[in-house]
């Protein structure tokens, strides 16, 4: 890689040159020989700034570093100009390839023709053969659904014997996970208490 270098208030050392061209040659071995470089270092009060400027036949590579000293800024500059680099290889690689699976999605469907193929001639008569219709099996459902008998439990827990109030009967449903409830209160009324579907408790008083 050709590499210009240029100096401003600071000196440019022999050992500066050196690290320069071997950072150079690592980036010319990423963007390719034919890659021109352009190194700067100069300094602000106490601080040193190095600048890099590497051109290619289709890329610009542009990087800073500053630091104590002219290495340390040199170094700096010289990693970022390189990860850089890195990045257009990669990202220039990664879309010169494609997997299989994205060029199967990306080609083009087949045309299939709309006309319906002819039919065959028969050899002995001259005339079209007709086609055999496929058999197609059929499924029958009765005509009424099949009532299934119901289960029925007898028990005689969801029927409170001593007398209490609609919230001690609410209460007790609960505490017990019962649905039903048959209660009656003091005054001698009886009601049923018993769980919708939505979960609400319903009260319903027996005349």
């Known amino acids: 890689m050709e590499v210009e270098f240029t100096a401003r208030q600071v000196k440019l050392s022999k050992a500066l040159r050196t ?4 950072g150079m040659e690592r980036i010319s071995r ?24 590497v051109l290619s036949r289709a890329h610009k590579i542009a990087a800073t570093g500053k ?3 002219l290495s340390a800024a040199l170094r700096q500059a010289m990693e970022h100009a390189e990860h850089q680099a890195l990045k257009y ?8 390839r494609l997997p299989k699976e994205e060029k199967m999605l990306t080609a083009p469907p087949i045309a299939r023709p709309k006309t319906r193929p ?11 053969q007709k086609k055999t219709g496929a058999s197609i099996p059929v499924h029958s ?20 014997i001593a007398p209490m109030t609609i919230e001690e009967a609410v209460k007790d449903a609960e505490f017990r ?5 048959i209660f009656r209160t ?10 919708r579907r939505d979960g609400q408790m319903e009260l319903v008083e027996i005349p």
């Open 19 to 22: 690290q320069a061209e071997e």
């Open 30 to 53: 990423i963007l390719g020989k034919d890659a021109r470089a352009n190194v700067t270092l100069s300094a602000q009060k106490h601080i040193q700034i190095a600048e890099l400027t």
């Open 67 to 69: 630091g104590a000293a």
């Open 89 to 96: 290889r990669d990202r220039r690689l990664g879309g010169k």
């Open 118 to 128: 002819t039919q065959p001639l028969d050899e002995s008569n001259g005339h079209r």
């Open 141 to 160: 459902f009765p005509a009424k659904a099949a009532v299934v008998e119901p289960h029925i439990l007898r028990t005689s827990h969801a029927v409170a």
């Open 177 to 181: 996970d019962r649905d039903l409830l």
């Open 186 to 195: 003091g005054a001698g009324e009886m009601y049923v208490l018993h769980r």
